[in-house]
């Protein structure tokens, strides 16, 4: 029988098969594409190294000191989304008409161009280029937060369609929300009820219980969490607690950059080349110190697109077992090594 | 600039254009066939009259009296899930251990055949058959009620491959939950605060301002709702109200027949075939009476994939105007008639 598993880090429930784990190639979504590549767009791709006037001015780019902005020879680049959810203009304001309200979208939403090569995938980078993005995202995270009216960024990448990817020259995406979104309000109620970390309390307990462990490394954890909400996912938890990934050292980041470039790989060579998306998870910004937070990353394979069950009743369904699916990621790290 | 705009029903917030509608040819899924059909399949279709062999024994069928149960014959078919999310045994039983909790998984969950041709979608159907199904989810919700372990019932459908869809022939779904989802918590907070319902008052609002109505009969409301989280999602809306989807009128019926019909054609022929969902929420079961809950029927075009940014805030990014939505499928659904 399935299994009702609390997801108490989103305070929710996550329906899990207990026993067998659909294997990579029994997931229906694997028969299609994960590419939106067609011959036009891969020519007029606005990521790619000498297309640099098709996008909006770049924001920071690894470059040449003596090359100027929006030319060629960049390593990685940051351009504002020309899609964004999100513009920093104005002040916060909240608007009420009658039953309804809403606010205007002030805040921040920018593309992080991994490479000025089209074709070469996040998982094939060699570990400089990992850590170079890495370390992007930290020096835009601590760059964001300086504006008081950001209140949480959210760093992520969608690789493929069923990620919800809409170009395929590898990228992921910055965004500054002018509000904390209540995701993971199941570690601050944790925190008040016993006044400790909810991810070390999970740390400490996985390590006990081994069959949901991945990959360990000296500053990391990679384990499939015990309410997957998506079949094969994995949380990278820093054994560290930090609140902010902003404030990750550097043996952090060159481990980070070992653990996701395995993840990502596996998914893609083992997973039968599963769209996916990477998260960081972190604290709010300009708000109260909130220790309950422990910054971590989740990579999460998209087997399986929502249905209408997921949508209505907000319960994940999930075909694997999180035990049986960490047995096979396990070896599948190993072999990698 | 986008808006944040409060849903109020989930008590949730959604990134909303507000002044464009992309184009049902602009969505890059729309690139994509929805269907999993391979030939093999088509042959091997459990749902086919004449293959009723492949599937669990039937729970209830609309058929000619003379002919048993299983056998060809069926108007419409009840079977059980093969591949279930929950089942009917023994009672609910809560599990700690550690930080960890679970329940057992018990609950219903059934397979509504919805005809014996391969091929014909629900679009398709005639009224009557549409009737048909509407009053098989009727008997269906008011036996599953009759057992105490159930706390709700989900009906809904799963159309193409972006709504979560793994077979072609044309069925909904319908599941019993031992846990009341509380995804639906905003309707129970407006009427603590305001001793109204909140539909009732989103009825009269959207009527005097008329821009988000799609379509309107005696009984019901076609909106595109305020907050839309998907683009071109519409919200069928009874007039009077009531708590529970089983106690609705044969008007009721007859009416709403009609209105899933144009929605739904409307979806396949003018959002380029876009693969939806249609999901009925209702009032729990075998719960204290709950005065805030009115029900009523969500239709959602899968236009777009949730991407990481949803998946990590909560937040839909919807990038079409509910308002201009709105009066495209008026239009739409004026050239049905």
Redo the contacts between chains.
Sequence with gaps: ??????D?VRNN?V?VATERALKPNDF??N??DVS?E?ETSSIHCPFCEGNESYTPPEIFAYRDENIPKNYPGWSVRIIPNK?????L?GELKQEVS?????????GHHEVVVETPEHGTEFHEFNLNRIELIINTFIIRYNVLLKDPRIK?I?I???RG??????LDHSHS?I?G???V???NKGLTE?YLENERC?LC??IE?ECMYKKRIVYETELFLVICP??SRFSYEMWVLPKEHREHFGDISENEVKELSVVIKKATSVIVDCLNNASY???I?TSSVNTPQNPSDHWFV?V?P?L????????????Y?N?AAPEVSAELLRKEFKNID
């Design positions: 029988m399935p299994e009702l598993r609390k108490m429930w329906v229906p979504i028969k299609k939106y067609t899609f964004a959810a999100f513009e203009t009658g039953v309804f309200s809403s606010c205007n979208g002030v949480y959210q992520y990448k969608n369609l069923f990620a919800g990817a809409s995406q965004v929300l002018p509000i979104p209540e995701q944790y909810l309390d999970i307990q015990y309410a998306n990477f998260i998870n989740e999460i998209r399986i697109v929502p249905s209408a069950l997921e949508v209505s009743t907000g319960y369904i075909p």
